[in-house]
């Protein structure tokens, strides 16, 4: 039944003709297919490979050296633990006080012994001052002799400005000359009638003589000669009257002017206000002069006053440096410190300790640690805290002096007493501070840090040969070379230690190899 359903007719094969031209380009695309596409794929496909495998090693890179970072193990530990011991001694915080004669001479007594407390102010020696008080007098004379000067010019000052003010001497001079004018026109007004009065007389002389001459013998000869002196005065008389009325002009015109003048000379006051000027300049210099003898005298003063050294603080006596006969060079500019220097002296309440800190120690010493002090001095242990490492270590000892502040330090504490100090563990700001642990310490070279305007950066290499700029954040410095980095780096970093001008951020470097001119210390 199945067999019988089945249409064989579906099997059989349609073997009509097709068309010639299908049947003409298949081959020909075949054939382009396996001739070009398909190497032309595999070659691209090789190259692809070939620039994915050498694409770092083509591209251009800046060659670089490297170091690791420096990491040193150290032990945290329960805050007031005991890290290690120093050797060390007493000294003055931050320095000794030198206390110089301010004056040059000879010193006469000392009035303080070594250890002696002193307040400020207190005299502490003395200097031979027979030359200083000498010249105090002598600025003092001086000074008055200023101060009369002064006030002499004050008072002719006052006197011209009088003169100006009230020109009493140039009114006097114009009233004499309006008076000597008005007497001479007074004389230029009588002149004609004494004029005609002198030709009066002048007339009846002439007529008394000719009557005389008239008369003959009657009249005696000496009264005729009489009268012919009194014609004689008379013409005398009239001449000269006659004569006076052109000199009287003249006068009256002089005088006139020398009214005017006068005038003027009121009106403008030129010499008066000259004096008046001179006079002031006068005040001005003279002013100079006695406050340049006050400045002398005051400095003399200065001077006999330094003549007694006293102390600049309070503090107890280091040490002496003079003894009575000894000059010293005050401050003149040719002197020297051990030339000016008379004692040494030091705040008690301000001591600090030089301890001598093994090398492989110094990782543990931090700024603001506390220090256990001892000395044979006090029964007691003095606080302490520690201020700075010194930037220079002792080749001979292999140590660094590490400066401790002495908290409190008691009375009997001096400088250059030998002393012990425990340095201790800080206080750890963690929950589990209360077990030692060990934790791991970065320290980079300090020319390897550079400042930018986000903070100190550092330049390292990673895994795909990568520069990266990486902001860091330090710590304290130490020996002055290496510098602690507190977070930014891991341990596994390689810092680039060569030149680094021009590098950026990402760029691919060539890592020749370890730098190790720097060194790991």
């Not at 495998?53 to 150290?74: C, N």
């Not at 008369?215 to 001449?239: M, N, P, Q, S």
């Not at 902001?471 to 680039?496: A, C, F, H, Y």
């Not at 020749?512 to 720097?518: C, E, F, K």
Request: proline residues 5%; glycine residues 4%; charged residues 30%.
């Amino acid at each position: 039944m199945t067999n019988a359903q089945l249409d064989l007719s579906q099997l059989a094969l349609d073997r009509s003709p097709r068309d010639e031209s299908n049947r003409k380009s298949r081959p020909l695309r075949r054939k382009w297919i396996t001739r070009y596409v398909v190497p032309g794929g595999i070659l691209l496909g090789f190259a692809v490979l070939i620039v994915a495998a050498l694409g770092k090693s083509i591209l251009p890179k800046k060659s670089v050296r490297v170091i690791p970072v420096i990491v040193k193990r150290a032990s945290v530990q329960q805050s007031g633990t005991p890290l290690f011991q120093a050797a060390g001694w007493i000294e003055p915080r931050p320095t000794a006080i030198n206390v110089p004669a301010l004056a040059p001479g000879v010193i006469e007594e000392l009035l303080v012994v070594e250890g002696q407390a002193v307040q400020k102010g207190d005299p502490i020696a003395r200097l031979i001052s027979i030359d200083a008080e000498i010249a105090v007098k002598q600025a003092a004379a001086n000074l008055k002799t200023a101060e009369g000067q002064w006030k002499r010019a004050c008072a002719e000052r006052l006197a011209a400005r009088q003169r100006v003010e009230h020109p009493v001497h140039l009114q006097v001079q114009l009233a004499d000359a309006k008076s000597l004018l008005a007497k001479t026109e007074t004389q230029w007004a009588d002149l004609p009638f004494q004029i005609e009065a002198a030709e009066a007389n002048l007339k009846y002389a002439k007529k008394s003589v000719e009557g005389k001459r008239a008369a003959g013998r009657a009249i005696a000869g000496v009264v005729l000669r009489k009268a012919e002196a009194e014609l004689v005065a008379a013409d005398a008389k009239l001449r000269e009257l006659k004569k006076r009325q052109p000199s009287l002009k003249r006068e009256i015109a002089a005088l006139q002017e020398k009214v005017t003048a006068v005038e003027l000379q009121l009106k403008l006051l030129i010499e008066e206000k000259r004096q008046l000027a001179e006079a002031e300049a006068k005040v001005q210099s003279t002013a100079a002069l006695r406050d340049a003898a006050k400045l002398k005298l005051q400095k003399a003063e200065l001077e006999l006053e330094r003549n007694t050294i006293r102390a600049p603080v309070d503090g107890r006596i280091l040490r002496l440096l003079a003894a009575p006969g000894m000059r010293v060079m005050g401050l003149e500019t040719r002197a020297n410190q051990d030339s000016s220097s008379v004692v040494q002296m030091y705040d008690p309440s301000r001591l600090q300790v030089r301890a001598d800190v093994r090398l492989e120690d110094v990782p543990l010493v931090q700024q603001g640690q506390p220090v256990e002090i001892k000395t044979a001095s006090s029964e007691r242990t003095i606080k302490g805290r520690v201020l700075q490492p010194n930037s220079t270590a002792n080749i001979q000892k292999n140590t660094l002096e590490v400066k401790v502040e002495v908290i409190d330090p008691p009375d009997t504490v001096r400088p250059e007493m030998l002393v012990t100090a425990t340095f201790l563990a800080r206080k750890v700001a963690k929950s589990d501070s209360s077990k030692a642990s060990e934790t791991e310490r970065i320290f980079v070279p300090k020319q390897l840090i550079q400042s930018s305007d986000s903070g100190s950066v550092v330049w390292v290499v990673d895994a795909n040969n990568r520069a990266k700029k990486i902001r860091v954040t330090i710590g304290q410095v130490i020996n002055g070379e290496l510098v602690e980095v507190v977070s930014g780096l891991q341990v596994t970093d390689k810092l680039i230690a060569s030149d680094v001008d021009g590098l950026r951020d990402g760029a691919l470097v060539d890592v020749q190899g370890d730098d190790r001119a720097l060194g790991i210390k």
